[in-house]
Structures are given as structure tokens and as C-alpha cells.
């Protein structure tokens, strides 16, 4: 990083209209106007200001008031037409604009912790105390945007240095106490930009680390710093960190870092890749697939109760369970069967969601294999039989288990070519409701 505040004096102005899209610029200018006419200071905050200074694109826009954020919020709402919504526990506001541009307006605070891992309590402050709340100093830079400061790096606790230095330092010693999340969050930003965590900082998360802080933390809490550090760029080495730290004992005592695990994330790796060139346009769980990957040598109960500790939500529960149960096998038929029959593949992977075909690719290190899954994605699963419940009802055969039998078998056949046509695909089925 460029040494900014020797080169700008401190002010960002000219770097923030630089580095933002101008639409964004110019709604912090406005936004610095609407501040002013309410004489309240107002602060461009949190990771958008150490991105904006690292070169990094961040586009989430965290505005902080001092005084009344919340009428602050609800004023610029007002102004633009935007959608608004308060959460006035908490004193934040998601203001939506009528293009669709979001940010967060929050009334700097400062925290209390009842006890270890609680929600904080929070009361309306300063500035000062806003950014001393926060995980580390590299967070704790603000941006002025009222009219006569517009631009102001407000750097209370040598954020801007450690940005230079490459440091992640917590701004006080109960940091990681206060909020065992920030174990998770250190090894986010280190492995994200290549940064040191500086010795104090590490022995502090060290000691967290080997607590039982982490097992106090909600299920969703837990979650969220988890899945975040699995959709980083290279989760391999998150993975590596957490395990390094001892943490994945968090998630399961059973769960250890070993070299088969270390091949498995790196064949995994690939096979994201490969997966992404080909199927662009389908939408993956790309945290999921790296999730469901370390948890490949546990078992599917052992699982379960991961998946339980973490209170994933349905539809990701459902994944894990379903690759649990069917990649195994599906992987054990495609290897023994080198040249099986469409349906047959069709069969042995349709109960699996895309992230465990990612994974089955991985295991399995085979061209071959590669090729079945492929061919299942772009036709298989594309192929249905023509006629329907509906159809066969009209054919005049009872309805009944047997349509199920009929259908399937109808599917089995499209997919191996026995039938070609409706013609086809109708006098099959009058066999079949014959036997
Ligand atoms: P990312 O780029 O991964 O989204 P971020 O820094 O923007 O990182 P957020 O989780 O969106 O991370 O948080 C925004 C800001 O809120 C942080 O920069 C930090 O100042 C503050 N913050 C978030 N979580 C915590 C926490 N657990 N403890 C203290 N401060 C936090």
C-alpha cells in the first residue's frame, strides 16, 4: 500500500472520488449536505474505508451519525424517495434507494458486554467510541463526509499504520473475550490480504483460541464466521488457520487436519474451477461444497450434529444430508461400472445436488468419471419422457403404483434411447401395464 496519509495530508477526498463509482461519490457528498443541514457529524465507516485504502473493491457503504442516526435515516430516506427500514434495537437503518443502491446508517455507539459471547448492550456515543468497539484497527478508520471535512480519515488507533505494516491488532486485551467471533474474523482478514497478526494480538487469540469462549457462541453466530471463512478465495488455507489454532474442535472434536484432507481441498479447488467454466449460469454453494468437503471422514451422524451445532438452515441441512447418503455410493458404482448405461448414471446421481457433484469430481480423480457427471448435468437431467399421468389415464390404463413404474421405466428408456417418440413411449407403456 501507498503511504496515503503522507502523500493526501490525511484527506481521502480525492482517492475516495477516484476509487468510487461516481454514483456512489456523489451520494457521500450529498449525504455530507444532509449531515450538515442536521449539524450532526456523519462518518463513512468500517470495510469500505479499509478496502478504499488497500485498492480493494468494496461497494458496501456502512454510514455512521453521531447523535440521531436514526432521523438522520429516516430524513435521507424522505429525501430520495428510498425504502427504509429501523432496527431500533440496535440503532441501524437499511436504507434501499430507488435504483437499488443499499447502505447501512447506524448512530455510533459504544458496547458493553454482559458476559463473555453476549449481544452486546449499546448506547449512543462518539465517534470515538464507535471505533473502539470494533474488531481491529484496520476496521477502525472512518471517513468524514460532512461538506467542509469531506474526506477526513478520522484514524484514531493507528489503523492506517497497520494497513501499511500489514498488521491485524485488536484495539484492547478482553477483545477476543468480548467476542470470541473475532478469532474467526483475525484469520479471515490475515489469510484475505496477506497480513501479520501482531504478537500481542496472537497471544490473545491464542488464549481465546484454547478456551471454551467459542462453544458459547450461538449456533448462527458460529455459522456465519465459518461459512465466511469458507468463501474466501483459498478456504484451503482458512481451513488450515482454524486448524492451526485448534478451532475445528469447535465444530467436532473428530475433525482434524490431516495430508488426505489437504489433498482433498486442493482436488476440491479444481474442481470448482472446472465446474464454474462449465456451468456458468447454474448457482453454487461454493462455501457449502469446501463445508461438506471437511466434513468428508466424518460420519453422517457426526455430521448431523455439526450441521445441528451450527443451526444450518433447511435447505443447506438437506444438502449435506443428501451428499451424505448418496455420494458414496454413487461413487463406488461409477468406479466399478467404468461404462454404465445412461439411466444407470442417471440412477446412481440424481439424488445428489450440484455441490455434492462437485465433490464426487474431486473424490473420484478420474477423466472418465468427469465425463459421466457431465453428460448427466447437460443431458440427463434434461431428458423426461413425453407422456404423463395424465396421458396414460387417457390411454385408459388404471391409475394406480404401476404409473410410478411405468414413468420411471419410460425415463430409463428415453435416457438409454430404447423409445425415440410419443408412438414409442405409448406402446412401452401399454406392455408394461400388461405384466
Ligand atoms: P468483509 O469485507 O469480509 O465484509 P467487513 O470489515 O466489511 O469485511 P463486516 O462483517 O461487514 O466486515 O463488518 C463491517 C465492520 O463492522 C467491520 O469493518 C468492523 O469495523 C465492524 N465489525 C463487524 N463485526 C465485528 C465484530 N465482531 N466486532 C467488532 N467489530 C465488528
Not at 492506517?160 to 478469532?183: G, N, Q
Not at 408412438?423 to 408394461?432: H, V
Request: with cysteine.
Amino acid at each position: 500500500m501507498k503511504p496515503v496519509a503522507s502523500q493526501d495530508h490525511r484527506n481521502l477526498r480525492t482517492l475516495v472520488s477516484r476509487r468510487l463509482p461516481s454514483k456512489i461519490f456523489n451520494r457521500l457528498r450529498e449525504i455530507g449536505a444532509l449531515a450538515d443541514a442536521m449539524d450532526a457529524p456523519a462518518y463513512l465507516v468500517g470495510g469500505l474505508v479499509r478496502d478504499l485504502l488497500l485498492g480493494h473493491t468494496n461497494l458496501d457503504v456502512d454510514i455512521a451519525v453521531e447523535g440521531d442516526g436514526m432521523t438522520f435515516a429516516r430524513r435521507l430516506a424522505d429525501r430520495y424517495g428510498a425504502g427504509l427500514k429501523i432496527f431500533e434495537k440496535f440503532a441501524t437503518a437499511l436504507v434501499v434507494f430507488p435504483d437499488g443502491f443499499k447502505l447501512d446508517v447506524a448512530t455510533t455507539r459504544c458496547e458493553s458486554y454482559a458476559h463473555p459471547t453476549a449481544l452486546p448492550t449499546v448506547k449512543p456515543s462518539s465517534i470515538k467510541d464507535d471505533l473502539y468497539r470494533r474488531d481491529f484497527t484496520i476496521n477502525a478508520l472512518a471517513i468524514r463526509l460532512n461538506v467542509n471535512r469531506f474526506g477526513e480519515l478520522v484514524d484514531l488507533y493507528g489503523g492506517l499504520r497497520d494497513l501499511e505494516h500489514k498488521v491485524i491488532r485488536v484495539l484492547h486485551a478482553r477483545s477476543f473475550v468480548d467476542d470470541p467471533t473475532r478469532v474467526f474474523r483475525a484469520i479471515r482478514f490475515e489469510q484475505r490480504f496477506g497480513f501479520r497478526i501482531e504478537k500481542h494480538t496472537l497471544t490473545l487469540l491464542k488464549e481465546a483460541a484454547a478456551s471454551d469462549l467459542v462453544h458459547r457462541l450461538s449456533g448462527p453466530r458460529l455459522r456465519n464466521e465459518v461459512m465466511r471463512l469458507l468463501s474466501e478465495q483459498a478456504p484451503i488455507r482458512t481451513i488450515r488457520r482454524m486448524a492451526e489454532f485448534d478451532l475445528l474442535r469447535f465444530l467436532h472434536t473428530g475433525l482434524a487436519w490431516t495430508a488426505r484432507l489437504a489433498g482433498l481441498l486442493s482436488d476440491l479447488g479444481k474442481s470448482l474451477a472446472w465446474w464454474t467454466k462449465q456451468y456458468p449460469r447454474r448457482s453454487l454453494d461454493r462455501a457449502l461444497v469446501y463445508f461438506i468437503g471437511l466434513m468428508d471422514e466424518l460420519s453422517a451422524s457426526a455430521t448431523g450434529a455439526v450441521v445441528k451445532r451450527l443451526a444450518m438452515p433447511g435447505k443447506e441441512t438437506r444438502k449435506v444430508q443428501l451428499v451424505k447418503k448418496h455420494l458414496e455410493p454413487a461413487l463406488r458404482f461409477l468406479v466399478r461400472h467404468r461404462s454404465p448405461r445412461p439411466s444407470e448414471t442417471y440412477r446412481a446421481l440424481a439424488d445428489l445436488p450440484d455441490e455434492g457433484l462437485v465433490l464426487l469430481v474431486a473424490k473420484a480423480r478420474s477423466k472418465d468419471i468427469v465425463r459421466l457427471v457431465s453428460a448427466h448435468v447437460t443431458t440427463q437431467q434434461q431428458v423426461r419422457p413425453s407422456l404423463n399421468g395424465v396421458d396414460l389415464k387417457a390411454m385408459g390404463l388404471k391409475p394406480g403404483p404401476i404409473y410410478k413404474k411405468i414413468l420411471d421405466r419410460l425415463l430409463e428408456a428415453r435416457l438409454n434411447g430404447e423409445v425415440k417418440t410419443k408412438a414409442d413411449e405409448r406402446e412401452l407403456a401399454k406392455k408394461l401395464a400388461k405384466v
